[in-house]
């Protein structure tokens, strides 16, 4: 079975600079999607980057970027120019890429502090 | 934009009682799932559900969850008798190719 590992519980980070959130992941897969999620207070789960484990090229959306490390099984998520609304939960999940339904498996989550 | 949507957004229950959360899917996505997160925990998958049949389900969605799609619409989950242990907050999402949309989410407590 597939397992995610986020290892950090808590990170802070100021305004305007950049942070970078760890994610470790455990498959004999080849062929999958690993995914960053924000959780707000709200606890909407909204989905902030995706990556293709196919492709080596490192994801980027806006000030959100990914370092795909594949052999490694890392996938860590850097902000830059942090902004308060970027302080929420962040989660990291696996999906294989076998079979249409595939769920999603979510690490234990890194909250995140934004201060001025 | 189309958005998942989910009712109640919060459900108050007693022990023993059923429960059923409900669902509108993005209308043209074709793969349906329900999440549950305990309070401060991770978001863990319970089932999935295509072509009007689950395609798979965990070891939490035991004999007392169902999931039904009744009509075009509406994808429900069925909790028969709430245990206290079933407080969680409820995701509901729908994917048509690769990326799982969530609904905002039933909290769901029991007494």
């Known amino acids: 079975a597939q397992t995610v590992t986020q290892s950090q519980p808590e990170m802070s980070v100021q305004e305007a600079e950049t942070v970078t959130l760890s994610c470790t992941y455990d498959?004999?897969?080849?062929?999958?999607?690993l995914f960053w999620y924000k959780q707000p207070p709200s606890r909407q789960m909204i989905l902030v980057i995706r990556q293709e484990a196919y492709k080596q090229q490192n994801a980027t959306e806006n000030r959100f970027s990914v370092n795909f490390q594949k052999a490694a099984k890392s996938f860590s998520l850097k902000i830059s120019d942090s902004q308060l609304g970027d302080a929420a939960m962040y989660f990291c999940?696996?999906?294989?890429?076998?079979?249409?339904?595939?769920?999603?498996?979510f690490g234990t989550g890194t909250r995140l502090q934004v201060t001025l | 934009e189309p958005e998942v949507t989910q009712t109640p957004s919060h459900q108050v229950t007693q022990m023993g009682q059923e429960v059923i959360l409900r669902c509108v899917p993005i209308s043209n996505h074709l793969y349906f799932y329900w999440y549950r997160q305990i309070l401060g925990q991770k978001v863990e998958f319970l089932v999935s559900f295509y072509n009007n049949e689950i395609s798979e389900k965990s070891e939490i969605f035991d004999d007392q969850f169902s999931v039904e799609r009744p009509d075009g619409s509406n994808f429900t989950l069925k909790i028969r008798s709430t245990k206290l242990e079933d407080s969680a907050m409820y995701f509901c999402a729908s994917k048509i190719y690769n990326e799982q949309f969530f609904g905002p989410g039933t909290r769901l407590t029991v007494l």
């Open positions: 999940a696996y999906r294989s890429n076998t079979g249409t339904a595939s769920k999603l498996t």
């Open positions: 498959t004999s897969e080849s062929d999958y999607y």
